[in-house]
């Protein structure tokens, strides 16, 4: 950076409050997973900026060599020096020289027992010189020494932890994983979950073990147990499971206050729940915790008693702005719901003026939806709630089509409970605003944040064939274990949801016995592995997959009984016109700026496009995306994200797309902006796949300007 570019940053962040103690607080570097401990996804480099980018061009590509049919690479690689961290379609970790892309070493977790699933990122550590990356796969958590990639040995058990243990339950009995990368406090590592969304689901509480040794130190029950706070929002039944409410999507450090800040998800069963009535805490909330102990500082519930799979997807973001005259050190929220909440990060209260309004009931039997929930709780970026004046507009066929399907669904308005003839709901559990989280450019107090505005029905139905016998007990065993554990993503009747979520009806046909039992214990794609199952259990799961004759041995041994008769969703669906595109209005997909000095939107844009939807003249309405943008102080915002496969640079004051480049797969992923020698590059994992649907990958692919 230019000298007169970087004193006027620092003097900026001065004037914010921000510490320029460390060249990390300046945003030189992409050590820790989206750019900082505040994740504020933003690079103070400026090499590369509005006047030369598009001149950009691949530096070098690299290939890991394990991409399989719907493996995603979610990726947002960390840069330590001139050495790049990345994870593969089956989850090696691998170091490449980052200025290169040449490989370095490679960890395969495969001898573990373990391969395949989702990861967003690695955590490293350094103590007394040395440096650790902690890499997750399935439900180990592996520490390997960075320059060599071998196991630490002094750490857990010979280089690993069990994420299974120190939940207070079987650890045989718990499937849990991690997705997204935890947070080092001093020599803490901090770790959220994945827990599934089944009825059978894990817990998802929070942890911290040393960095140095593995040992447990402290855990806050996001689920509260006997005798804590929030424990009474919850009405108990007995042997009844209770799981989920878990931080998956990652968290965020006030490393000066020693302060971590924890983002929920929704208890299971997502989408139904009789067997949890009341506020649920601590469920869809933001959580200040001590980083030394875990004792909760404060809390805020964004939703009360969530039947909509309305997580906070993703860490919220530190950020010290200027409101009404003063400095304020606040944090931002994404949400599904379409809002970015704004709180003070000291006292947790909001910075808006929040509003709670009644919401419609639920009809569903046994479910008591809270009568009100919270509204305009920060900066609304999603309309919310669909109309008849919002649907599609891209042909007269399509909105006629779209209009005679809107009719046919419960639709209230916002908060709308989910139905057993189904709701219309907007925006849905694909967002809003999702795990690729936001990016704050903290000199000009700008935010870039990218959204979905696709509607989703959310339809019901009782696990019991004959609801007026409320025989869910009468079903076979299999049938049970699958409508509480895989219902969610391949529907109760296993038709699965596009390529996304494949069929499993003639699973016969595609498998035999060991490659489905392998895929169940230990995942694909973006399919968890669900290792909790025992031997019975698994194996009538596969009788019912593999359609195996009723009445087997298997199926007579195991017994899953519940107290309540039980409710699942029957599959994701988008509300589509006939041809399958979103039946609301364009822009399905968009990227937006909020100046946060205002609290509005500065402008709005597509993200991504539909070839077939431009050959017939339609106007750009962009794609579902998954990932999320960095911006940058050359005045631009990288973006991957959208369904058309492209990767984007689009200008910071305008939202005119500068340059864009065709990826070899999807780019699903975070962006990392780094410099080695001088030279600044952007890369982003190129691993397809996804939720969209679109073909595989196994690519990172780095950009740069031409050397000369």
Known sequence: MPVKSSLILMLALIALGCSTGKQEDIHQTWEHYRGSKSAVQYSGLQTINKDNVHLLQPAWTFHTGDKRERTPMECNPIILGNTMYVSSPQLDLIALEASSGKELWRFDPEAFGVSGGVNRGVTAFTDGGKTRIFMP?????????????????????????????DLGKDPESLSIGLNTPGIIYKDLLIIGSATGEGYNASPGHIRAYSAKTGEFQWIFHTIPQEGEYGHDTWRWVEEENYGGTNNWGGMSLDEEKGWVYVSTGSPTYDFYGANRLGENLFANSIIALDAGTGKRQWHYQAVTHDVWDYDLPCAPTL?????????????????????LILLDRISGKPLMEVKEKAVPPSYVPGEVAHPTQKFDQGITIVPQGLDSSYLTNISEAAAEYAKA??????NEGFYTPPSLEGTLTFPATRGGMLWGGLSYDPVNQMIYVNANEIPMILQLRSLSENQEEGAFNSLSPGQRIYLSNCANCHGADRQGLGEAYPALTGLPDRHDRESARTIITGGNGVMPAFSGFDTQELEALLDYLLEVETGSSNQEQVAVETPLDRYVLQGFRIFTDEEGFPASRPPWGTLNAIDLKTQSIKWKVPLGEYPELK?????????????????????????????DEKFRAFDADTGEVLWEYQLPAGGYAVP?????????????????????GTPAGDAYVAFALPEE
């Open 672 to 692: 990392s902006v780094y410099e080695v020698e001088g030279r600044q590059y952007v890369v982003i994992a190129a691993g397809g796949a996804n939720r969209l």
């Open 137 to 165: 796969v399935g439900h180990w958590l592996f520490a390997l020494n960075a320059e060599t990639g071998e196991l630490v040995e002094e750490f857990g058990e010979g280089g690993k932890l069990d994420l299974r243990q």
């Open 405 to 410: 399907e809107f009719k046919k669904y419960r």
């Open 615 to 643: 050959e017939r003249g339609v106007a750009p309405t962009g794609t579902q995306n998954f990932g999320g943008c960095v911006a940058t102080a050359g005045g631009i915002v990288f973006i991957g994200g959208s369904a």
């Open 319 to 339: 950020v010290d702005f200027s409101m009404d005259g003063k400095t304020v050190h606040a944090l931002v929220q994404p949400s599904k719901m379409g809002e």
